[in-house]
């Protein structure tokens, strides 16, 4: 048998044996016996709970135990008067068993009681529900009890004593049913035999005072307690901790309900004749009724204090940064606008360079650990009249109240140089950059000046900056962004776009060796518009992702054709520029290969550009270009030797083929710094397997020293500009008349 089932078993088989005592005869041996086998194996199935479950603390569980034991001693002392010496004493040594159990039964239920934390408003309710209950014990059970003549002093004493140490229990349970946090299954089936004790003692000892019935109908309320004793003991969650929380500020329906009958509990029992005639009842009712209206008010105090620190929370809450304490963006922008109201405040917001590949490589921990660090030096450096906020992410602003625009910039270059160094956390040293923009003034609205500041800020980090102060000319570049990805997006719906090729020769043989696809725009009114132009407007608004895959798909079916056409003649490889969006797409890899697929191109015969900034902060692109390489297609990377880390990608980024930049190929033909780092650059890429490809190659000379530096292919206008149909015959011809020259 489980040990998770076995209480089930012991219910189902308790209430059998219940069921099967009942039907005997009244008073008979066989079944007080039985009623003592049942008190008997409770108390053991307590114990074997103990030992099955192993609860951290079994002193409460041990003291039930023992209650439960010295009730049936009770009963078996009952017995032996009963029926041996044939006598019915009272009170009897049975009595001082049965009272003696109510003690052990209240310490175990008072050290439940103590594991479970709870408020104020927990107590106040437990005082609540025990004393409604309490005065109506008192008025049915306990005054008629103590009242009754014809008794000596033991027998007041004793009788006084089961009603007594009932309200002990009654208080207990309320405090039990009132305690903050969730209740176990166990606990649910502890508060059901108590609730059964208790309904057992108050029926013996109402039925005499009303009746001249016996208590024999008592006796299976009595075995049921102990059954449910034992059944508590016996599930497995009577080992678990109770939860702990607060629940006074929430209350439900039923807890409401529960206060509402406890209070109107007073009054209507004053609608009863007879106590509503007796001075001690009527005197009894006034005392329960104050007290239940002064615990009522407390309570009601009490969810007013509750409701108020709840709204303090809240309102700090939306106020402050949960990560950096500083203040939110919604405090922020009440600042700003008062200060408006009163001032000329300036608004310094900066933005984080590099922060996402922290979170990316490092995890979030880390990132958060980062932010708060840096917030931490914000509000050091910040001036004290100043309101220092994240804005959210990697953002941060500055509110200065009063202040000019030289003011606000001496403040933000400080604040660039404390930002900028270095920073420790999580046992790395990591360096972050900042773009930082700056507006402010009068006459402007909150939503203005932050527009404005943000404008400045990604201006600033367009270009390098690390300040940036807002002017009209933004705006106006932010228009023509604006109406520019508005004629991309119509270009490419009416098909506007170009892709042209430009030949990379192989020497000495001068074949062309491959082609690199560039895209062209024929715009209907501005004529040609440069890349220049409307790649990064493309980039911004997205729109690179469309277009990006439109080219490849172009340069992919195009190279087959030729492919088809020329035979051997034809290029070996096509090159398409990737952006950093088209990288940072999770199936770019799949978007590739279905063009790989739909053209029919060997993915061996197409090459993937990317630059250097692509890259650098790792993550999905890199994932994307171990993809790439896993199919086959080789990588390419582009200007070469102009990104302050080209070295270090060399070491994470899957390279095939290294682009050398133009910067470096211009003045080749020179002595001098460009020609020993051209001719370094090719010995990196020859050390490591890679090919090295010179781009911008404009003159014979040019090509001739590059040749001699060890260069085999070359790229740049001396072999022909970007076209959309190359005469690969005539760029063979031109490139081996260089050729020759160099032979010469």
């Given at each position: 048998m489980?040990?998770?089932?076995?209480?089930v078993?012991w219910?189902a088989?308790?209430?059998?044996?219940?069921?099967?005592q009942?039907?005997?005869r009244?008073?008979s041996?066989t079944?007080?016996?039985?009623?003592?086998?049942?008190?008997?194996?409770s108390?053991?199935?307590?114990?074997?709970g103990?030992?099955?479950?192993?609860?951290?603390?079994?002193a409460?569980w041990?003291?039930?135990?023992?209650?439960?034991?010295?009730?049936v001693l009770?009963?078996?002392?009952?017995e032996?008067?009963d029926?041996?010496?044939?006598l019915?004493?009272?009170p009897?040594?049975?009595?001082?068993?049965?009272?003696?159990?109510?003690?052990?039964?209240a310490?175990g239920?008072?050290?439940?009681?103590?594991?479970?934390?709870s408020s104020?408003?927990?107590?106040?309710?437990a005082?609540?529900?025990?004393?409604?209950?309490?005065?109506v014990?008192?008025?049915f059970?306990?005054?008629?009890?103590?009242?009754?003549?014809?008794?000596?002093?033991?027998?007041?004493v004793?009788?006084i004593?089961?009603?007594?140490m009932?309200?002990?229990?009654i208080?207990?349970?309320?405090?039990?049913?009132?305690?903050?946090?969730?209740?176990?299954p166990?606990?649910?089936l502890?508060?059901?035999?108590?609730?059964?004790?208790?309904?057992?003692?108050?029926?013996?000892?109402?039925?005499?005072?009303y009746s001249?019935?016996?208590?024999?109908?008592t006796?299976?309320?009595?075995l049921?307690?102990?059954?449910?004793?034992?059944?508590?003991?016996?599930?497995?969650s009577?080992a678990?901790?109770?939860?702990t929380?607060?629940?006074?500020?929430?209350v439900?329906?039923g807890?409401?309900?529960?206060?509402?009958v406890?209070?109107?509990?007073?009054?209507?029992?004053?609608?009863?004749?007879?106590?509503?005639?007796?001075?001690?009842g009527?005197?009894?009712?006034s005392?329960?009724a104050?007290?239940?209206?002064?615990?009522?008010?407390?309570?009601?105090s009490?969810f007013?204090?509750e409701?108020?620190?709840?709204?303090?929370?809240?309102?700090?809450?939306?106020?402050?940064d949960?990560?950096?304490g500083?203040?939110?963006?919604?405090r922020?922008?009440?600042?700003?606008?008062?200060?408006?109201?009163?001032?000329?405040?300036q608004?310094?917001?900066?933005?984080?360079?590099?922060?996402?590949n922290?979170?990316?490589e490092?995890?979030?921990?880390?990132?958060?650990?980062?932010?708060?660090?840096?917030a931490?030096?914000?509000?050091?450096?910040?001036?004290e009249?100043?309101?220092?906020?994240?804005?959210?992410?990697d953002?941060?602003?500055?509110?200065?109240v009063?202040?000019?625009?030289?003011?606000?910039r001496?403040?933000?270059?400080?604040?660039?140089?404390?930002?900028?160094?270095?920073?420790?956390?999580?046992?790395?040293?990591?360096?972050?950059?900042?773009?930082?923009?700056?507006?402010?003034?009068?006459?402007?609205?909150?939503?203005?000046?932050?527009r404005q500041?943000e404008?400045?800020?990604?201006?600033?980090?367009?270009t390098?900056?690390?300040?940036?102060?807002?002017?009209?000319?933004?705006?106006e570049?932010?228009?023509?962004?604006?109406?520019?990805?508005?004629?991309?997006?119509?270009?490419?719906d009416?098909?506007?776009?170009?892709?042209?090729?430009?030949?990379?020769?192989?020497?000495?043989?001068?074949?062309v060796?491959?082609v690199?696809?560039?895209?062209?725009?024929?715009?209907p009114?501005r004529?040609?518009?440069s890349?220049?132009?409307?790649?990064?407007v493309?980039?911004?608004?997205?729109?690179i992702?469309?277009?990006?895959?439109?080219?490849?798909?172009?340069?992919?079916?195009?190279?087959?054709e030729?492919?088809?056409?020329?035979?051997?003649?034809?290029?070996?490889?096509?090159?398409?520029?990737?952006?950093?969006?088209?990288?940072a797409?999770p199936?770019?890899?799949?978007?590739?290969?279905?063009a790989?697929?739909?053209?029919?191109?060997?993915?061996a015969?197409?090459a993937?550009?990317?630059?250097?900034t692509?890259?650098?902060?790792?993550?999905q692109?890199?994932?994307?270009?171990?993809?790439?390489?896993?199919?086959?297609?080789?990588?390419?990377?582009?200007?070469?030797?102009t990104?302050?880390?080209?070295?270090g990608?060399?070491?994470?980024?899957?390279?095939?083929?290294?682009?050398?930049?133009?910067?470096f190929v211009?003045?080749?033909?020179?002595?001098?710094?460009?020609?020993?780092i051209?001719?370094?650059?090719f010995?990196?890429?020859?050390?490591?397997?890679?090919?090295?490809?010179?781009?911008?190659?404009?003159?014979?000379?040019?090509?001739?020293?590059?040749?001699?530096?060890?260069?085999?292919?070359?790229?740049?206008?001396?072999?022909?500009?970007?076209?959309?149909?190359?005469?690969?015959?005539?760029?063979s011809?031109i490139?081996?008349?260089?050729t020759?020259?160099?032979a010469?």
């Open positions: 489980k040990q998770g089932r076995l209480w078993w219910l088989g308790g209430l059998a044996a219940i069921a099967g009942y039907v005997l009244e008073g041996l079944a007080s016996l039985a009623y003592d086998t049942i008190g008997a194996l108390a053991a199935a307590i114990l074997l103990v030992r099955l479950h192993r609860p951290a603390r079994p409460l041990y003291l039930i135990a023992a209650g439960q034991i010295v009730s009770g009963d078996l002392t009952w032996f008067y029926n041996v010496l044939h019915s004493p009272y009897s040594v049975a009595d001082a068993f049965y009272l003696g159990c109510y003690p052990l039964l310490a239920l008072l050290l439940l009681v103590r594991q479970r934390r104020v408003g927990d107590l106040i309710d005082a609540i529900v025990a004393t409604g209950a309490g005065l014990f008192w008025i059970v306990l005054h008629p009890v103590a009242a009754e003549a014809g008794r000596s002093v033991a027998e007041h004793v009788s004593a089961y009603p007594v009932d309200v002990l229990l208080a207990l349970l309320a405090r039990l049913f009132t305690s903050g946090g969730g209740r176990t166990s606990v649910h502890l508060v059901a035999s108590i609730a059964l004790m208790l309904t057992g003692d108050t029926a013996f000892a109402v039925i005499p005072l001249s019935a016996g208590t024999h109908p006796d299976p309320i009595f049921l307690s102990y059954v449910m004793w034992a059944a508590a003991a016996l599930h497995p009577m678990a901790r109770p939860a929380g607060r629940v006074s500020a929430r439900g329906p807890r409401l309900a529960l206060f509402g406890c209070s109107l509990l007073a009054p209507a029992l004053l609608l009863v004749p007879r106590i509503g005639q007796d001075p001690v009527r005197l009894s009712v005392i329960g104050g007290a239940l209206i002064l615990l009522v008010i407390a309570r009601m009490g007013v204090y409701v108020r620190r709840r709204s303090a929370e809240l309102a700090h809450a939306a106020m402050h949960p990560h950096t500083l203040a939110s963006r919604r922020f922008e009440l600042a700003l606008g008062e200060a408006l109201t009163a001032g000329r405040p608004v310094v917001l900066l933005g984080l360079n590099g922060f996402k922290v979170n990316d490092l995890g979030r921990p880390v990132g958060d650990q980062v932010l708060s660090l840096l931490a030096r914000l509000s050091a450096a910040a001036p009249s100043s309101v220092v906020a994240r804005m959210g992410g953002e941060f602003a500055i509110l200065l009063s202040a000019s625009a030289d003011e606000a001496a403040t933000a270059a400080q604040l660039a140089s404390i930002l900028t160094a270095p920073v420790v956390a999580g046992g790395h040293e990591l360096y972050l950059g900042v773009a930082i923009g700056l507006a402010g003034g009068t006459g402007l609205t909150p939503v203005e000046v932050m500041a404008a400045a800020m990604y201006a600033a980090k367009q390098g900056e690390p300040v940036r102060r807002w002017t009209p000319a933004l705006d570049r932010a228009g023509e962004f604006v109406r520019l990805g508005a004629e991309i997006r119509a270009a490419l009416q098909d506007q776009f170009r892709v042209v090729y430009q030949p990379i020769v192989e020497l000495p043989s001068g074949r060796a491959a690199e696809a560039l895209v062209r725009w024929e715009h009114v004529g040609v518009v890349p220049a132009a409307f790649i990064p493309a980039e911004r608004n997205g729109l992702v469309e277009l990006g895959e439109w080219i490849l798909r172009t340069a992919c079916r195009r190279l087959a030729w492919r088809a056409e020329l035979g051997d003649a034809a290029p070996r490889r096509v090159s398409v520029n990737v952006s950093a969006r088209q990288l797409r199936r770019f890899a799949a978007t590739v290969a279905a790989l697929a739909d053209s029919g191109l060997p993915p015969c197409l993937v550009e990317v630059t250097e692509a890259v650098f902060e790792g993550g692109a890199v994932i994307a270009l171990h993809e790439l390489r896993a199919l086959g297609v080789r990588i390419a990377l582009d200007d070469f030797g990104g302050h880390s080209s070295l990608l060399l070491q994470t980024v899957p390279v095939d083929i290294l682009k050398v930049d133009k910067s211009d003045q080749v033909t020179e002595a001098g710094r460009h020609t020993v051209a001719e370094a650059l010995q990196v890429s020859s050390g490591l397997g890679l090919v090295a490809v010179a781009e911008g190659v404009e003159t014979a000379a040019q090509a001739e020293a590059l040749h001699r530096l060890g260069y085999r292919y070359l790229q740049g206008y001396h072999y022909g500009r970007p076209v959309a149909d190359p005469d690969f015959a005539l760029t011809a490139a081996g008349q260089s020759s020259a160099i010469g």
